[in-house]
């Protein structure tokens, strides 16, 4: 049985199996509604030319193509622990001449400076992820954003159906009930809040064929949020209107 109190250095691949990674594209884009949540994703952070952004656990690297194309001059890296996903990420990234970078790593030791990224986006990431994993996680992206730096997530929320939870069922007995927890709970908000991160905002909320999509945004605390305009909260999180 995993330890699952030690941070691991293997990896849920992107469809669960290895010989699937080949197929995820077609998978993600037919039952997840893909091109609404991740351009909804997108749209909460005012990117700037210049600004450095991480597309953490990027897979093959759709966002991050679509992260570079919806704002000249910025600087987009995506990271995965997945070397064989990399590979189609950067095939991608050729075809449409993007000059995004892809590097090879474990997001609970990110090969990067303090301090160095805008803003940090992680899609359908959380959850492939042992509770010490996310928390450790969480620090580390807490530790490469700037002061002020946006934190934007998309990720499996609590069921709220008697539907979503048959489906979220799937997904939690593919990819793992430990690993899904806080999603199946609903807490990873605290998570968020409790790595240092504030104005943890539920931005949007996607019905899907596995479940529904949380989607967060936070910040940093330092000045110059990216979120600053969003109303203050009581608790910490909120949803917005
Ligand atoms: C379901 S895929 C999501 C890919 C992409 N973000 C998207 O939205 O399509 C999850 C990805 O997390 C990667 N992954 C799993 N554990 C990881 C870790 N500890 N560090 C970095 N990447 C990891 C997998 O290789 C996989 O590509």
Redesign the pocket.
């Known amino acids: 049985m995993d330890d699952i109190t030690k941070p ?1 250095n293997d ?5 669960r199996f290895h010989f699937l990674t080949k197929l ?1 594209d077609p998978i ?1 884009a037919f039952t997840v509604k ?1 091109q609404e949540f ?1 351009r909804l994703l997108i749209k909460q952070a005012d990117l700037k030319p210049q600004h450095c952004i991480l ?6 690297g ?2 991050t193509l679509w992260i570079w194309q919806s704002a000249k001059g910025v600087v987009v890296f995506g ?4 070397p064989k ?1 990399l590979t189609i990420a950067r095939r991608k990234a050729k075809l449409v001449g993007a000059d995004t970078a892809f590097h090879h ?4 030791k990110l090969p990067y400076e303090n301090e160095v990224f805008d803003s940090v986006f ?4 959380l959850h ?2 042992l509770p010490t ?1 996310k928390i450790k ?1 969480l620090e580390e992206v807490h530790r490469v954003l700037k002061p002020g730096g946006g934190f934007y997530v ?1 990720d499996w929320g609590k069921p709220q159906s008697p539907l979503t939870k048959i489906s979220f069922f799937l997904v939690r007995l593919l990819d793992g009930f430990v690993n899904t927890r806080d999603n199946a709970e609903g807490t990873l908000s605290k998570l968020f809040l409790n790595a240092g991160f504030m104005d943890v905002v539920l931005i949007h909320q996607v019905t899907t064929v596995f479940g529904i999509l949380d989607l967060y945004a936070m910040v940093k605390p330092g000045p110059n949020p990216a979120i600053s305009s969003l109303p203050q909260s009581v608790s910490g999180v909120r949803k917005r209107r």
């Open positions: 691991r990896f849920i691949p992107a469809a995820y993600v893909e991740k597309d953490l656990a990027c897979g093959t759709t966002m990271l995965d622990a997945d996903i790593g474990f997001s609970t992680s899609s359908l990431f492939h992820l994993d996680t998309a």
